[in-house]
């Protein structure tokens, strides 16, 4: 059985519930895990807080439109041609909010995601000069792309040359997904490997961090990679899958910041029962963010060697291994500094 254009409406709304429904829930946990571990407002990392709550409103709002326009067109509309009518006029306002929602969502989530990649390397603008030229022209194709559904009345978004835009314009993002992620995974890889000469004794520290970063690198690049596919493809299914894409862009964003901060959690409760830490909040708050490697050089200081990911402050449990924002200085999160030293005789690790 083959849904016609209406069809596909009412699956998308019923996906996009479901979707924002699990959303909604990673926010709850996100949002906790954001201001559990602060005493102190001047603490909490002011940037995190307030994306986590634009795209929160974001992916609500995209749900009530596609709800008001399932609702104007199969109770309000009843002009000639029915429902089917209805879908096919892109030009009205509700259609291209729809379309704005779902581009600032996508925009919201490559930017963060080249945020945290300037973050790991230490905020350098050259690591990250393909990803952001990359973004820029990710908007020239998407102020193309509004201007053409707003001044096209009933363009079909099948039709070219607004196809060619809108597929510019998913192949872009699909692209600064793929680019940051694996430069960010080569940074943690490298960290790893300088840790393994340095402590011959502890291998894979950052493979927590590896598993976090992979994850929700592929949440979201599958999804828009089958999205873009199926857009191709000329099938309807492609409205589902963008009401999807809006929510798993959001749900990618929490699971990144829920389990860093759960391990960090992890870390502060084992760091407090050492007997070095004295159980303190702020000792083991020390403990659970900072890395000393000590070695016979003491004119080398690797600064910049320690992977942190803006809200990756915490440490990635089981390798008593800790991620400051801002790979070894100090930064908004938490106000939390992570270094390398080489300094003494005998490596060692000091918390």
């Known amino acids: 059985m083959t849904l016609s254009a209406a069809g596909f409406q009412l699956l998308t709304q019923f996906l996009e519930c479901i979707f924002w429904g699990i ?14 571990w602060k005493t102190n407002p001047a603490e909490i990392s002011k940037t995190m807080l307030v994306v986590t709550l634009l795209m929160a409103c974001v992916a609500t709002f995209d749900m009530v439109l596609t709800f008001l326009i399932n609702l104007n067109a199969f109770v309000f509309y009843d002009g000639p041609g029915g429902p089917k009518a209805a879908f096919d006029n892109t030009s009205g306002w509700m259609d291209i909010m729809g379309s704005v929602d779902v581009i600032l969502q996508t925009i919201l989530g490559d930017i963060m995601l080249i945020y945290r990649c300037w973050l790991v390397y230490g905020r350098s ?52 997904n ?93 760091s407090s029962d050492r007997p070095d830490c004295g159980g303190t909040r702020e000792r083991g708050r020390q403990a659970a963010s900072s890395l000393r490697f000590v070695t016979p050089d003491r004119s080398r200081t690797l600064e910049n060697e320690i992977v ?6 915490a440490n990635y449990g089981e390798s008593d291994v800790g991620e400051g924002e801002g790979s070894g200085r100090e930064h908004d999160s938490s106000n939390v500094s992570t270094s390398v030293s080489l300094q003494e005789k005998k490596p060692s690790l000091s918390l």
């Open 23 to 36: 959303y909604i829930v990673t926010l709850g946990f996100c949002l906790r895990a954001l201001l559990r």
């Open 125 to 176: 603008w050259i690591a990250i000069s393909v990803p952001v030229v990359l973004a820029i022209a990710g908007l020239v194709c998407v102020a193309l792309s509004i201007f053409m559904e707003i001044t096209l009345p009933s363009a079909s978004q099948f039709d070219t040359p607004y196809k060619q835009v809108v597929v510019s314009t998913w192949a872009i993002t699909i692209c600064i």
């Open 178 to 270: 793929v680019i940051t992620t694996g430069l960010i995974l080569f940074r943690i890889w490298r960290v790893d490997r300088i840790n393994a000469e340095l402590l011959q004794d502890q291998k894979g520290s950052y493979n927590a961090a590896k598993r976090i970063i992979i994850e929700s690198g592929l949440l979201y690049t599958t999804v828009a990679t089958t999205t873009a596919a199926v857009y191709i493809a000329g099938s309807n299914a492609f409205a589902p899958l963008t009401g999807i894409d809006v929510q798993m862009i959001g749900i990618a964003f929490n699971l990144i910041l829920i389990r860093v901060y759960r391990n960090r959690a992890a870390e502060l409760r084992r």
């Open 308 to 313: 942190s990911d803006g809200d990756l402050e």
